[in-house]
């Protein structure tokens, strides 16, 4: 093995890249702290070239050319600006939808739906302007570093990853020296100054996570500063408001009637779930890594959907459908959030979901009221429902009532005769 340079750690895995092999580098670059840091260390450290890749995912608030601009000042070859909402809402937050997604029973998996897509991306812009690595911000502790480096060794093994914050050993105060000294801007945060470290956001189509500060004390309740996207219960509207979302093969098309497409429709649902509060979930988690972590999360457009897709399915589905679904769905939440995107089981999973969502068509209530989301209506063709059998009084057709005390003394068989056993 060759002597490395300075403060670089060997490497443990086959995909990372060895300081002396790092040409030119696409840095995926979301304009903050720590990628602007790393856009000029890069360049000095490995005296490479760096391209920059940002992504837009829907994030609300993000200027996309003064986040050009602050690449190419910073001495980017390039900065391509991508906007993969289309994509993300198409072929990742739809199989999710159909999946019922939610890992630990409250985090609809925003963050873990985007980074496959963003690292994809990454491999596609690395390799059409000549990069032999590809760098991102991620730390050694969370889930999003799995995510996006099993993704550039999956599908491109001859590029090679570095993450700058895994091993360049800064904390806030250095990156922030260091920032000032290559003239490299921060932008100071609008309450608090550049004092106190900001909450760590991901954000995009399908919700916003916070993680870090009072967080991470479990005893702490949530502040009132940490919802910047959700409207605080209390301070919602005191009407109510049902929203209809009608649904075709298990996608959402049309919001109270009017057919949109899909970011569009995911953006209006996010609008007015926002207005009353709904989405919002305190989720201690199992990371993938190990650790236990605490998120604040608010996903407005989610806490719609999910439960209007959920109940139109239940519908339309069988009693035994419905007993197998939920244990393919909790599968298919975990390897999603294990940044497993491209095992062939996901794949598997999803013929299965696609397979159960050819029947889910019809339209769903969702009232809303101070971060409340009830189902209130359902309708569909493909119900496996009928009315005059389910009402009081009725009898014949498809059910007999003569044949439910046959039906219960079989049923209760071996129940009643276990119990005579035990009870001897
Ligand atoms: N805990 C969530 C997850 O693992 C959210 C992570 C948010 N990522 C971030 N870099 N702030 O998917």
Wanted: include cysteine; charged fraction near 25%.
């Amino acid at each position: 093995m060759t002597d490395l340079p300075d403060g670089f750690p060997p490497r443990t895995a086959s995909y990372e890249a060895d300081p002396e092999h790092v040409g030119r580098v696409l840095l995926l670059y979301s304009g903050g702290l720590d990628t602007s840091v790393m856009l000029k260390w890069i360049q000095d450290r490995y005296d490479a070239g760096v391209v920059c890749l940002t992504v837009n995912l829907g994030q609300p608030g993000e200027d996309y050319e003064v986040i050009e601009g602050k690449a190419r000042m910073l001495g980017a070859l390039d900065c391509h600006i991508v906007d993969a909402r289309e994509e993300l809402a198409r072929e990742y937050i739809t199989p999710a939808i159909k999946a019922n997604a939610l890992y630990g029973g409250g985090y609809p998996l925003f963050t873990a739906l985007g980074r496959p897509l963003i690292a994809k991306l990454a491999v596609e812009y690395a390799r059409s302007s000549g990069c032999d690595t590809i760098a991102h911000g991620c730390t050694g502790k969370g889930n999003d570093q799995v995510r996006i480096e099993a993704t550039v060794a999956t599908l491109a093994p001859e590029l090679k990853v570095i993450a700058p914050v895994r091993s360049w050993q800064m904390g806030r105060e250095e990156e922030i020296a260091y920032a000032h000294e290559h003239g490299i801007p921060i932008k100071s945060h609008p309450t608090q100054g550049t004092e106190v470290a900001p909450y760590s956001i991901d954000d995009n189509l399908w919700g916003r996570s916070s993680e870090g500060r009072w967080i991470e004390d479990l005893d702490h309740a949530p502040e009132d500063d940490v919802f910047q996207l959700v409207t605080r219960p209390e301070l919602a509207p005191d009407a109510p408001e049902t929203v209809e979302i009608e649904f075709e093969r298990g996608v959402p098309v049309a919001l109270n009637g009017e057919r949109l497409d899909l970011v569009d429709l995911l953006e209006r649902a996010a609008e007015i779930g926002a207005r009353h509060g709904v989405g919002i979930v305190d989720h201690i988690e199992d990371r993938i890594v190990g650790l236990k972590v605490r998120d604040i999360y608010e996903a407005p457009a989610a806490a719609i959907l999910l439960p209007a897709h959920q109940e139109l399915e239940k519908l339309v589905c069988t009693i035994h459908q419905n007993q197998f679904k939920g244990q393919l769905d909790r599968q298919w939440a975990y390897l999603v959030y294990a940044g497993l995107w491209w095992e062939p089981l996901r794949e598997d999973l999803d013929a299965y979901m696609d397979s159960v969502n050819e029947q889910v068509s019809g339209t769903v209530g969702v009232k809303l009221y101070k971060g409340h989301a009830r189902v209130v209506t359902r309708s569909s063709p493909n119900a496996v429902y009928d009315q005059s059998l389910a009402s009081f009084g009725e009898s014949g057709g498809l059910f007999s009532q003569t044949a439910s005390p046959g039906f219960i003394e079989l049923f209760s068989l071996q129940s009643r005769m276990a119990w005579r056993l035990r009870n001897r």
